[in-house]
């Protein structure tokens, strides 16, 4: 199987290649649009600013081949938000794969710290990404935006208010918490991702 890494202005791009290797794969990692039209699967991964990533797929064309692409397609952290269609993160406009806008959080009491950074419970699944799961369980986030809930919401969670933990339109898929970093029950969502 190939599966195609997006190479882009994002971090924590290696953690998630060291995961698919756990899981028998050694992905690529590129922005070469041939390389990414012709994978298997693809995979917006990474921790970044949703302007200067915007920025980068734009002058090197990749937004288009995104949006076009046909077989599975996982995004990560700010892979998510940069499916959604606009990003208060330097007011910035997304490839619209999700029409769902990126809102910061805000906190309400002193309690409330942004970046949101921890585990943090999961629910309320509804697609192939969460095969075999539980009702609820435990991953890793972190992050300063969220998505809020809509029809494109495939589980859920909640810190200062429900919002949205993944996504799904047609063969894009989007996970806001860091499956690479959330133990075997992120290796579980990488696996199922790769059988989809």
């Not at 805000?106 to 697609?127: C, L, M, Q, R, T």
Request: glycine residues 6%; neutral net charge.
């Amino acid at each position: 199987m190939k599966v195609a890494i997006l190479k882009y202005k994002a971090g924590n791009i290696y953690s998630v290649i060291n995961s698919l290797r756990r899981l028998g794969i050694d992905p690529i990692l590129t922005d070469d649009i041939q390389e990414i039209s012709s994978a298997d699967k693809v995979i917006l991964p990474g921790q970044g600013e949703a302007r200067s990533v915007m920025n980068y797929l734009n002058s090197h064309n990749l937004n288009k081949v995104i949006c076009d692409l046909h077989q599975p397609v996982l995004g990560i952290c700010i892979g998510m938000q940069l499916m959604c269609r606009h990003s208060e993160e330097g007011n910035t406009d997304c490839l619209d794969i999700f029409h769902s806008d990126v809102k910061r959080f805000i906190a309400k009491s002193h309690y409330d710290k942004i970046p949101a950074v921890g585990w943090n419970e999961i629910s309320n699944f509804k697609s192939p990404l969460f095969k075999n799961f539980p009702e609820k369980d435990f991953v890793y986030f972190i992050h300063s935006y969220y998505v809020p809930i809509s029809d494109y919401t495939i589980a859920s969670t909640n810190y200062i208010l429900p919002y949205s933990a993944a996504l799904n339109y047609k063969n894009f898929y989007a996970v806001q918490f860091h499956p690479e970093k959330s133990g075997n029950i992120g290796e579980k969502i990488l696996s199922n991702f790769l059988s989809i």
